[in-house]
């Protein structure tokens, strides 16, 4: 018996062992490319963050100075703030609006399958094309929007939407009309998860819209706006292209992100080696925020696996 | 009676909220198609003509025969159809290897591609910009399909697993009975089960390459390798902004993503509630 099973046991694991051989084959791709364009380049992104020069093979050991060029330099700082700040303003803006929206749509109605593809669409869309259709939108000369608004009497003069009091804002909600969309898609099938039952019972026992939404709705949604906050924050604080097409930092450095900056420094000013440190910084800066997220949040623990 | 007149408010405040909703997110579009039809003269005209006047194609003939347009169309095309095939691929591969095969540590090595997510894009660009110059894949389709499959790949392998989870195993064991292979019921059998899945990756992977900018902007500057998101911001750039170009440009790079939407929002809404967010 004892024989017969160490056999078996043995049989067992040589079936298994090119069983397992073969998986390797399987994720080996992807493991690769994994390991080949994502992790390799962010090496040599930080080995670049230490030189100076312009080109794999002929850069300068220059130790921390790139660092210290950026601590003392105070575009560096602003950006930073300004950085933060867009992060926060336009999550926040795209948490209460998006879970409107999926509230808003998902009950029922006529033709909800034509008004959810409407909704979708924006994320879909590329950047570029939003930016173009907005900046016409919005334009201060020519724009529908400042026509409509003076036609209703709501301004005497033409605003300028991309000047220094409200590029900022302009920004922030034109990348909302696209962004939003995120939330309200992974809010909307959480919702659609929820037991109709919940809500009968809530309204039973007396409770209002207001009740039912803290009390039912909320508690089971929580756990996802949990996770699609750390997302959004993450992508939100990288944002390149929306701010870039819009306004490419300005007026008077006004939406001028740490990515924007970044971005100047390597790619107009020509100095690789000082870009490459501020993305290691942002990179800490997210890893931190991460490392702390999770600790007192655990949204990790909503995703199956 | 009160109960009453509570529920008739709250669909009137729900209808208005929909038709605010369907204005926003889809007067935008209109406004743009619209005014890619106008005459040139009309588009810049004020105050704005909200129903044109005179509809044409010139703008879009202007688009075709006078500028790149077409050579960013074709580069466009070819990075995308590019990374959605090797995304594909890769990720199929690799979906099926994580779920279907005790491999240690899977769970961290799925992580990880998540993990992927954290990098800010300029951390890629920069590097691969210094990195491809010195090996000659600056200005290439080549490279900008590693670029994009780089962003795309951590996604659609975690959606495949998920995916292949969903697909019952005993399937595929029936066919083994049967004496077909590991690697032929894999092909034959849960690949198929998983389609929806490949569907939800392959438009993923094509909006990516599609909508890129930030990759085209770094690593091309060669006006015959450029791509149609780049191309059609340059018309911005100049002294003279040509408004007509710009909208007609930008229509036409909407309607890939506009069809998708229509024609396959399911899998859309499919590949956003299995990806592990529900």
Known sequence: MNLQARIQGRVNEFRRRPERLLGYFYIAPAVVVFFGVSLFPILVGIYISFHSGYGVFDLEYVGLSNYELLASNDTFWNSTR????????????????????????NSSFKFSNVVRSIVLLPYLIPTVAIAMIFEWLFHNRIGLVNYLLQEG???????????????????????????????????????????????????????????????????????????????????????????????????????????????????????????????????????????????????????ET | ?????????????????????????????YWMFISGIKPSSEIIQYPPQIIPGTITLANYERLFFDTNYLIWLRNS?????????????????AGYGLTRYDIPYKKYIAMSFIFAYMFPPLMLGIPYYLVFDSINLLNSYTGLIIAHSAITIPFTTWLMWQFFQTVPISWEESAWVFGASRFKSMIEIATPGALPGIIACAIYAFAISWGDYTFALILVDDPNMTLLTVGIDVYTQGAQVYWDLILTGASLLVVPPLILVFTLNKYILAGFSISGFE
Not at chain 1, 85 to 103: D, E, H, K, P, R
Not at chain 1, 202 to 222: C, E, Q, S
């Open chain 1, 82 to 105: 300004r950085g933060v700040l867009y992060a926060l303003y336009s999550v926040f803006s795209q948490v209460v609006v998006g879970v409107g929206i999926a509230l808003l749509i």
């Open chain 1, 153 to 303: 009497g709501m301004i005497s003069e033409p605003i300028n939407f991309f000047s220094v009091d409200l590029a900022f804002h302009s920004v922030v909600w034109i990348g909302n009309w696209k962004y939003t969309i995120f939330v309200v898609l992974i809010v909307l099938a959480r919702l659609q998860s929820i037991n109709p039952e919940l809500y009968e019972l809530a309204k039973i026992n007396g409770a209002n819209a207001v009740h039912r939404f803290f009390d039912v709705t909320f508690p089971n949604i929580k756990g996802v706006l949990f996770l699609v906050i750390l997302l959004r924050s993450i992508w939100q604080f990288n944002k390149f292209d929306m701010i870039w097409l819009l306004t490419s930092g300005g007026p008077f450095n006004e939406t001028l992100t740490m990515v924007i900056y970044a971005y100047q420094i390597a790619f107009q000013q020509f100095r690789g080696g000082v870009g490459a440190s501020l993305t290691v910084i942002m990179f800490l800066m997210l890893l931190a925020t991460g490392v702390v997220y999770f600790r007192q949040f655990k949204p990790h623990e909503e995703v």
């Open chain 2, 77 to 93: 095309l070819i990075v995308s159809v590019g990374n959605v095939v090797l995304s594909i691929v890769i990720s199929t591969l």
């Open chain 2, 1 to 29: 009676m009160d109960e009453q007149y509570l529920g008739w408010a709250s669909n009137l405040l729900k209808y208005l909220g929909i038709v605010l909703l369907v204005v926003v997110f889809g007067f935008p579009f």
